[in-house]
């Protein structure tokens, strides 16, 4: 099979399928969000990330937006754990 077709197979595979490479899976990050409506219309609430226990609170649609992105290109920054067993020799 050509290079090219290899790599492109590899990435149409289940992310979380054990036979793809680590380079081809995506990183999923969890959060639980708890929010809440004021009486004068504002989402108040809490942003918690699963896996490292983060949080931050937020008032506003559109500062959720900004904690969820920030906490995202946090977990892009970690290393994967699957990443750094399959580094070992």
């Known amino acids: 099979m050509p290079p090219l077709a ?3 197979r590899l990435r149409d595979t ?9 380079r081809y899976r995506r990183r999923m990050v ?3 969000v ?4 004021e009486p004068d219309g504002v989402v108040t609430g ?3 990330r ?8 937020f ?3 559109e500062e959720l937006a900004a904690v969820v992105a920030r906490m995202l290109v946090g977990a892009s920054e970690e290393p994967d754990a699957a990443a750094v067993e399959e580094e070992q020799p």
């Open 6 to 8: 290899r790599r492109q």
């Open 14 to 22: 289940a992310p979380d399928d054990p036979e793809t490479p680590v």
């Open 30 to 32: 969890t959060f639980v």
């Open 34 to 37: 708890r929010a809440a409506v």
């Open 46 to 48: 809490i942003v918690h």
């Open 50 to 57: 699963v896996r490292t226990g983060e949080k931050a609170r």
């Open 59 to 61: 008032a506003g649609a």
